[in-house]
């Protein structure tokens, strides 16, 4: 059974860095797609950072792209969620995800991906 374990989140100030980690404990990335998602009050889950399997392809919500960037481990076991120049309105709870078997064009949809990890508050404040 795949197990996601995030961490990482915390308070920062509007143009400061987090970096978010996310763990997975019995399986490695190899062939799944992974992505970050957040979730502010009152809105929708949103995809923020995802990757897709062997191809390779990866999005970013346009809020946070030349700001945040996925990547993982050598050894594929952890995906990082880097946040440079952080904005209030990134405040939100981040979730990790991943899934052996998302359709390429679902990458950034929630409802693609089984796995996920417990989420990590990321607050920024102005």
């Known amino acids: 059974e795949v197990q996601l374990q995030a961490s990482g989140g915390g308070l920062a100030q509007a143009g400061g860095s987090l970096r978010l980690s996310c763990t997975a404990s019995?399986?490695?990335?190899?062939?799944?797609?992974i992505g970050w998602f957040r979730q502010a009050p009152g809105k929708p889950r949103e995809g923020v950072a995802c990757t897709g399997g062997s191809d390779g392809i990866t999005y970013y919500a346009d809020s946070v792209k030349g700001r945040f960037t996925i990547t993982t481990d050598v050894a594929k076991t952890t995906m990082y969620l880097q946040m440079n120049t952080l904005k209030p309105e990134d405040t939100a709870v981040y979730y990790c995800a991943a899934d052996r078997n998302v359709i390429l064009s679902s990458i950034r949809s929630s409802r693609a991906y089984d796995y996920w990890g417990q989420g990590t508050q990321v607050t920024v404040s102005s």
């Open positions: 019995g399986v490695t990335f190899d062939d799944y797609a």
